[in-house]
T-cell receptor
Framework: AQKITQTQPGMFVQEKEAVTLDCTYDTSDQSYGLFWYKQPSSGEMIFLIYQGSYDEQNATEGRYSLNFQKARKSANLVISASQLGDSAMYFCAMRFYPSGNTPLVFGKGTRLSVIA | NAGVTQTPKFQVLKTGQSMTLQCAQDMNHEYMSWYRQDPGMGLRLIHYSVGAGITDQGEVPNGYNVSRSTTEDFPLRLLSAAPSQTSVYFC?????????????FGAGSRLTVL
């Protein structure tokens, strides 16, 4: 079965510094997509960034980038120049394509705290 | 454009009671799903639907029923609530289930079963 692992339950980072949130996955499929979501204390789920397994370049969206290492099966989220508003839960998720209608599977999340 | 609307936002039930969490989307999305979120467990898929009349089970379907009679609505039914079903429930939808289609989430429904 496909599995997403986020090994860091909690992380601290100083404001304006960069931080990497780890995500590894386990699949034998070749075709899949990786997503990161942010959940602030208000509870809503906010989509941050997407990477397809066949994308040759790492995805970037503003201060967010996805460090995709296919051979290592990792899809780490990098947040540059951290801001206090980045304090939140972050979830890595995957969708596996070959079987067609495959839903999104989430990791357990990492709580990021940004310190002033 | 309201997106994904969940009702109610908060609900307290007694063990054995039944209730329905409502989910509606106005984006003409084919795919809809229900997740539950518990501390330290992330989001776990309960049920999902790839179109009207089609539903399937996720990781934790026991104790929950769903139906999809229209594209817009995907209600989640608890037939006999148990304390283990105390959780925050999220409904989410996307235009298709494949590719880079991003899930749009509702605001969540917090359920407490006493």
């Amino acid at each position: 079965a496909q599995k997403i692992t986020q090994t860091q339950p909690g992380m601290f980072v100083q404001e304006k510094e960069a931080v990497t949130l780890d995500c590894t996955y386990d699949t034998s499929d070749q075709s899949y997509g990786l997503f990161w979501y942010k959940q602030p204390s208000s509870g809503e789920m906010i989509f941050l960034i997407y990477q397809g397994s066949y994308d040759e370049q790492n995805a970037t969206e503003g201060r967010y980038s996805l460090n995709f290492q296919k051979a290592r099966k990792s899809a780490n989220l990098v947040i540059s120049a951290s801001q206090l508003g980045d304090s939140a839960m972050y979830f890595c998720a995957m969708r596996f394509y070959p079987s067609g209608n495959t839903p999104l599977v989430f990791g357990k999340g990492t709580r990021l705290s940004v310190i002033a | 454009n309201a997106g994904v609307t969940q009702t109610p936002k908060f609900q307290v039930l007694k063990t054995g009671q039944s209730m329905t969490l409502q989910c509606a989307q106005d984006m003409n999305h084919e795919y809809m799903s229900w997740y539950r979120q518990d501390p330290g467990m992330g989001l776990r898929l309960i049920h999902y639907s790839v179109g009207a009349g089609i539903t399937d089970q996720g990781e934790v379907p026991n104790g929950y029923n769903v139906s999809r009679s229209t594209t817009e609505d995907f209600p989640l039914r608890l037939l006999s609530a148990a304390p283990s079903q105390t959780s925050v429930y999220f409904c989410a939808s996307s235009s298709r289930v494949s590719g880079a289609n991003v899930l749009t989430f509702g605001a969540g429904s917090r359920l407490t079963v006493l």
